[in-house]
């Protein structure tokens, strides 16, 4: 089955900005007082980690900074990176970060190496570290379950689980249906779906979770396209123009309309200059935004 990788990438930089604690929780940390997701941005304009997460535990009077690396399946590379992120946080930070790595799915005996150690050339020098692996397949899942925590259930899916696929599935639903904030409910839907189909391409239990129509209207899908056309776009200004100046670059980032985003894909091929991209893109007829009831008045007492 072919893998939904930059689905993956995004539902995963969704989970940690917005639910940090639950991986925090899936890599051991059982004392967390409260959490923070950082923009991975703040430790080096290099090959950055998936994120960066401050953890406050119990007893504890400074906050832990902790790494997160999430690989599909195990890598040599994944290691690699830990160690890379390890340093490029003590580097910027003057502290030793928490590095966790987690592992979606197995592939055959390969393993993530939990530490790794790079020696210099003269013997007497040498740089490693350690941190923490998480294989998904082997966490059992009923535990996750009872937690009724919404921002675990896309990884339960993941998970060692002695009932069939479809309860699971049903389960992991009904937990989201019940207890999601309304304004993550069709984001975490959509999350759990994509890392369900890492492990099964099966139409039915696909469906438990909505299915194609889920994917096709669900917000986070919805930037993750417009995402692929920005980057398009800005590339062929860049081409084509030379630096794209960052307040044009925001405004191109800010659409997500499908129509809007093929007209300016013509404007940017087409137009003669920056200047008259901008004044056309601005132009642009945008359809109206879709109607959320919490934006209706309160009714008068």
Known sequence: MPEPAKDKDKSAKWLIEHHG???????????????????????L????????????????????????????????RAAEQALRDLLLVYLVRGEVANVLVLVLRPKGQLRVPDHARRPGSDAA??????????????????????????????????????????????????VIDQHAPAEEHESLITVTQVFTRLRYNDPNLLSILGGKIAMIESPLIRELTAE??????????ATRFGLVPPEL????????????????????AFSPDLDHFAAELRAIPRPPEPWDPADEPEPNA
Not at 45 to 74: C, Q, S
Not at 228 to 237: A, D, E, N, W, Y
Request: hydrophobic share 45%; with cysteine.
């Open 21 to 43: 604690d639950a991986i925090l929780r899936l890599g051991g940390v059982t004392d967390l007082v409260r959490w923070q997701a950082a923009p991975a941005e703040l430790v």
């Open 45 to 76: 304009p290099t090959k950055l980690p998936d994120g960066l997460l401050f953890a406050w535990r119990a007893g504890r009077d400074h906050p832990e900074p902790f790494v997160v690396e999430i690989a599909t399946y195990p890598e040599l």
């Open 125 to 174: 020098t040498e740089l490693g570290g350690r941190w923490r692996v998480v294989e998904l397949w082997t966490i059992p899942a009923e535990p996750v379950l009872a937690t009724a925590d919404p921002g675990m259930m896309p990884w339960v899916p993941l998970m060692q689980a002695a009932e069939p696929p479809e309860i699971v599935l049903r389960r992991c639903r009904e």
């Open 228 to 237: 692929r056309s920005h980057k398009h776009i800005l590339k062929l200004l």
């Open 249 to 268: 670059e925001a405004e191109v980032r800010s659409i997500l309309d499908e129509s809007v985003l093929d007209a300016a894909n013509l404007l940017a």
